[in-house]
């Protein structure tokens, strides 16, 4: 059969679930949908591919359109293409994920959002489409493939402690971590180093504040 | 801005690398393609997506038709997208990996294909589309993900000497596996049992043969 450009074609959309951790608690950036459908629902920030334009540049490009936040790392998590997943048309979506430095995440919303926030995981709102699930998915991913470097380097503000630094590690695994394994584990690795002589301010026991070794 | 469908759709197609272990080396089933873009190089088998088709539906029926081969489980690499990764229109595809015995594995050429076989994934011919780099993307992931269990049960044929299954690991690690190690490794994993009396035939010395416990 030769080809034919005359089948029906689904619309392709990108979203990107950037998580944070703030307060120590793991978080992810949600939009308010400002259209129809669910119009007023939070989701997970996206949407269509242009016709000439990579899966990963409009991840990008809809991601600060719609928070403000200009990504760093993209990597995807998969595809999504139940039939019945948009009320639209034929969606399927390419998900991506990013992890962001709760101090640098500076929320604007924008395009079709009417606000943008984020949300702590286990404190979510009621989400559009099948973004609970795909959120879930993500979760499962970041958690599987996350470790102690990739949450220093990339989830942490400039100058933290070491507390600081496990609780992140704690938030993102999910799990409580002990702590003299845990600083054994940072020596070994070798990954951060002390800023020198600063401390915590306002804390009850002062704690060194360490930066990531570049 | 509200909804309209007037924007651009690009295609989707999915595509299935079917990996297996044959004569102790890792394979790759491909067709041979019997149409115009590519006509008469290898590809891995896929197609459209239909429009009201889940995406795995459409994975497991499109290598059905181009090589017979009812899949088993089907894990989901994940979107290739580059914008002129075909040549026809705007094409992205939905990559999955699936794992079958050797012995199981009937190859029938069938709609776009022309033929479809086995190739060691070390002796490879050229690839249509950006297939080489999917591939390579997908040996990766294998490597990452398989482990001894997954190998067994998906891998081997219903009765197996405990150095086939070796080979097997060897083949899909791509490492070589310290004899030792292994057998203590099968004993903790309780994973195969002796089939009870039988050995290999024509074997120099005859090994024992096993199957995985159900």
């Known amino acids: 059969m030769p080809y034919t450009y005359e089948h029906p074609h689904p619309a392709v959309t990108v979203d ?25 629902k939070w989701a997970i920030p996206g949407g269509f591919v242009g016709i000439d334009e990579s899966l990963k540049r409009a991840a990008w490009r809809e991601l600060r359109e719609e928070t403000g936040i200009k990504a760093g790392v993209l990597e995807q998590l998969g595809a999504f293409g139940r039939p019945d997943r948009d009320p639209r048309e034929r969606v399927i979506t390419v998900v991506y994920i990013s992890l962001a430095a709760a101090d640098r995440l500076r929320l604007e919303a924008g395009s079709d959002a009417s606000d943008a926030r984020l949300f702590y995981i286990d404190d979510l709102p009621e989400l559009a489409f099948d973004h609970s699930r795909i959120l879930e998915h993500a979760i499962e991913r970041l958690r599987d493939r996350i470790d102690t470097e990739a949450v220093a380097r990339q989830l942490m503000p400039a100058r933290f402690t070491l507390t600081d630094l496990q609780r992140a590690c704690e938030a993102v695994s999910g799990d409580t971590i002990d702590k003299r394994n845990f600083r054994k584990k940072l020596k070994t690795l070798d990954l951060v180093e002390p800023t020198g002589g600063e401390t915590q ?4 026991r002062p704690a060194k504040l360490y930066r990531v070794k570049s």
Request: no cysteine.
């Open 201 to 204: 301010s306002g804390a009850h």
């Open 16 to 40: 990107v679930a950037v998580f944070t951790v703030s307060d120590g608690r793991l978080a992810v950036v949600l939009i308010r949908r400002a259209e129809w459908p669910h119009a007023g």
